[in-house]
């Protein structure tokens, strides 16, 4: 069995009532099904929510250690978390997948989103595309195990 952690960053687990224009309608656990339904049999998908930084930069380590790779919505860490920038770069450096996603394009929204502290150390970014961010991520993940 092969894990995949699926990390998602602070204001996540309000998904499906936080800003639906901008977000969708659909939760975590709509998320959670759905990559399950998508993951071959052998791969186990571990999706995890938290408000807090250090819980994320916690929850990186422990893939290095595990040699796991990682789905990251870093939600908004992403513009300013040097800590989770290092983190994921442990992740990269160990030689692990880690995929940025977001669920909406932040390329097209306020200017404080234009920059990701993060996209430098992932292994890839995907944007834009609603709930299919992480399904991409997903299938470029597994073909990246072989
Ligand atoms: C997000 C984009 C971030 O700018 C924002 O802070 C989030 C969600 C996304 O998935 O589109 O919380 O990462």
């Given at each position: 069995?092969?894990?995949?952690?699926?990390?998602?960053?602070?204001?996540?687990?309000?998904?499906?009532?936080?800003?639906?224009?901008?977000?969708?309608?659909?939760?975590?656990?709509?998320?959670?099904?759905?990559?399950?339904?998508?993951?071959?049999?052998?791969?186990?998908i571990d999706l995890r929510q938290t408000d807090d930084e250090s819980e994320l930069v916690g929850w990186l380590h422990g893939a290095v250690d595990a040699s796991t790779p990682v789905i990251l919505n870093p939600a908004a860490f992403t513009h300013y978390s040097y800590a989770l920038r290092d983190a994921a770069a442990l992740v990269t450096k160990a030689g692990l997948p880690l995929v940025e996603?977001?669920?909406?394009?932040?390329?097209?929204r306020e200017t404080f989103r234009h920059t990701s502290v993060i996209s430098g150390v992932a292994t890839g970014v995907i944007a834009g595309f609603g709930f299919d961010s992480y399904s991409l991520a997903l299938t470029q993940v597994i073909r990246s195990l072989g």
């Open positions: 069995m092969t894990r995949v952690l699926v990390l998602n960053g602070p204001n996540l687990g309000r998904l499906g009532s936080r800003e639906p224009d901008v977000y969708g309608s659909l939760d975590l656990d709509a998320l959670q099904a759905r990559l399950e339904g998508e993951a071959p049999e052998q791969v186990e996603v977001h669920i909406s394009n932040p390329h097209a």
